[in-house]
């Protein structure tokens, strides 16, 4: 162990200045280290045997070659690891895409199913009209049952040529409100028969919901509601 301590120590150096004073260093450390463990006992003939080749120039190849192969097997990591989160990035935006469209056709479903329940009650409304031009003759509890059979939790309200709510589904005593300025009333106005709403929030619900609409005909085809 003292040769071999000794051979590491005269081994030739090369004239370099900086790199033949670093070399230096090394070896003195790898000197003091293994004539500590050999003198120390710490470690068997057999580790020291393999230590004395870790510590040599010869087992440099084997450095590099480990080296490479943990940057290898890092950038192979890095790569799998985008490839899942490609993967689960696309497989997302499949199901969002699919949830999209389950939405839009229970919408479409339910918007559908409102217009034909909004159609039975301007039936019934202008049936009233037709009477003696008032909305006396549709009941509360009609419209109430009306309201009721909506696909969708919501309320029916019923709003007369100048804005002003006549009937609503909620309570029978009909709180005084003016819908004038809500988006659907100029269209009605100007003669659309039918219109739908984006998002609003309730006057009297305080709630976000969409509106179905349908315009109301007095008599004489005039603008009703």
């Not at 070399?23 to 000197?31: D, E, G, M, T």
């Not at 709510?165 to 988006?183: G, I, K, M, V």
């Not at 003669?191 to 004489?220: C, K, M």
Request: glycine letters at 6%; one cysteine or more; hydrophobic letters at 45%.
């Amino acid at each position: 162990m003292i040769a071999f301590n000794w051979a590491i120590v005269t081994m030739p150096l090369p004239d370099e200045g900086l790199a033949s004073r670093f070399w230096k260093f090394r070896l003195n450390c790898h000197k003091v280290l293994l004539r500590y463990l050999s003198l120390s006992g710490l470690c068997s003939p057999v580790m020291l045997s393999r230590l004395r080749f870790l510590l040599s120039p010869a087992a440099r190849p084997i450095a590099l070659f480990s080296l490479t192969y943990l940057v290898v097997l890092g950038v192979f990591v890095a790569v799998a690891s985008w490839i899942d989160l490609l993967q689960l990035k696309t497989a997302k935006l499949d199901e969002a895409g699919r949830l999209a469209v389950l939405i839009a056709e229970r919408f479409d479903r339910s918007a559908t199913a409102t217009d034909l329940i909004l159609r039975q009650v301007q039936s019934r409304a202008e049936a009233s009209l037709a009477v003696d031009g008032t909305f006396d003759h549709l009941s509360w509890q009609t419209f109430h049952e009306a309201a009721l059979s909506l696909p969708d939790p919501g309320s029916l309200w019923l709003v007369d040529s100048r804005g002003d709510l006549r009937l609503a589904s909620t309570t029978p005593d009909t709180p005084t409100h003016n819908f004038r300025d809500r988006e659907y009333f100029p269209h009605h106005q100007a003669g659309v028969e039918s219109y739908l709403s984006g998002a609003v929030r309730g006057r009297i619900t305080s709630q976000f919901h969409w509106l179905g609409s349908r315009r109301l005909n007095a008599p004489d085809g005039g603008f009703a509601g």
